[in-house]
């Protein structure tokens, strides 16, 4: 069951910039904690970016500290993940995660099943 539109992928050379957009179906982002995830062929499931429902301090990956930046627009009823300075490796499906279990500075938690079908970054180099 999908639970959220994303959009916003596409191909961009490397050095490039992205926005990704995430809309749930049937609730709202301050609703629960929020988070988005990307997939590779090569890679797992991993955790990019995260934010409270409270919108407090967020959680990012390594490799998206100081590139990506997460937040939501409640009018909007969206999430955004701004991604600058992309890199090859950033190539992946990225996943919005509609509801997070558990967030901290070190750790975004999804509560599996709560995801919306992705969107595709590829990064050329």
């Known amino acids: 069951q999908v639970q959220a539109v994303e959009s916003g992928g596409g191909l961009v050379q490397a050095g490039g910039s992205l926005t990704l957009s995430c809309t749930p179906s049937g609730w709202n982002v301050d609703d629960h904690h929020m988070g988005w995830f990307r997939q590779s062929p090569t890679k797992g499931r991993e955790a990019v970016a995260c934010i409270s429902f409270l919108a407090g301090t967020p959680y990012y990956s390594n490799s998206a500290k100081g590139r990506f930046t997460v937040s939501k627009d409640t009018a909007a009823n969206t999430l955004y993940l701004q991604m600058n300075d992309l890199k090859p490796e950033d190539s992946a499906t990225y996943y919005c995660?509609?509801?997070?279990?558990?967030?901290?500075?070190?750790?975004?938690?999804?509560?599996?099943?709560?995801w919306g079908r992705g969107t595709q970054v590829i990064v050329s180099s």
């Open positions: 995660a509609v509801r997070v279990l558990r967030i901290g500075p070190t750790l975004c938690e999804p509560d599996n099943g709560y």
